[in-house]
């Protein structure tokens, strides 16, 4: 089965830029989105359609897309931005969607 | 205002079923494809089962194919999630979630999500 693969932990200082990757075959073709997810909250969307950002999230929030890999930045790293960040896209045959298995972001 | 209400789930023995109602409001629910994701105990967040506008096409993960079956009831402005032949694996938070309007699968609102718990 398709898998979108993330590193379980990311560590930055505030102020720093923080990058979380993701890497799926089917990436170059179908679009990624980004979620934040605090502790005993449901997710919210950060990032669509690889690196759209909605309403209402602050700028230093940005996406990339190169290839098969997906990134999300966020510069200037706020402790408020301290949580589980999960990527998420569709199979090759768009019949499916995978989410990664997230990334805590520590804010040292 | 957009809002996503789950309700239905609870504590249920392996083998039972259930079924779990997502109430939307605040817009217009013919017009979105809409989805159920799923998050266990200290795990991360997996996409379950998403239904277009008008019930002609359906998606499931895998693990659920065969036992769970999303619908919708548009003039009600309701989601469902009927969920048979559980397993202790299917404990988890079961959120509704409406994907952007492009989209069928990236989800700009989410419910607050309801506790499922496959348990002897």
């Known amino acids: 089965s398709y898998e979108l693969t993330q590193p379980p932990s990311v560590s930055v200082s505030p102020g720093q830029t923080a990058r979380i990757t993701c890497s799926g075959d089917?990436?170059?073709?179908?679009?990624a989105y980004w979620y934040q997810q605090k502790p005993g909250q449901a997710p919210v969307l950060v990032i669509y359609?690889?690196?759209e950002r909605p309403s209402g999230i602050p700028e230093r929030f940005s996406g990339s897309r190169s290839g098969t890999i997906v990134t999300l930045s966020i510069t200037g790293v706020q402790a408020e931005d301290e949580a589980d960040y999960y990527c998420?896209?569709?199979?090759?045959?768009?019949?499916?969607?995978?989410f990664g298995g997230g990334t805590k972001l520590t804010v040292l | 205002e957009v809002q996503l209400v789950e309700s239905g789930g609870g504590l249920v023995q392996p083998g039972g079923s259930l079924r779990l109602s997502c109430v939307a409001s605040?817009?217009?629910?013919?017009?979105?494809?809409m989805s159920w994701v799923r998050q266990a105990p200290g795990k991360g967040l997996e996409w379950v089962a998403s239904?277009?506008?008008?019930?002609?096409?359906?998606y499931y993960v895998d693990s659920v194919k065969g036992r769970f079956t999303i619908s919708r009831d548009n003039a009600k402005n309701s989601l469902y999630l009927q969920m048979n032949s559980l397993t202790v694996e299917d404990t988890a938070v079961y959120y509704c979630?409406?994907?952007?309007?492009?989209?069928?699968?990236?989800?700009?609102?989410w419910g607050q999500g309801t506790l499922v718990t496959v348990s002897s």
């Open positions: 605040g817009f217009t629910l013919s017009a979105y494809w």
């Open positions: 998420q896209s569709a199979d090759n045959s768009a019949t499916g969607v995978v």
């Open positions: 239904i277009k506008q008008d019930r002609s096409e359906k």
């Open positions: 089917a990436l170059p073709k179908q679009y």
């Open positions: 359609r690889d690196n």
């Open positions: 979630a409406r994907p952007i309007i492009s989209s069928w699968y990236g989800a700009d609102y």
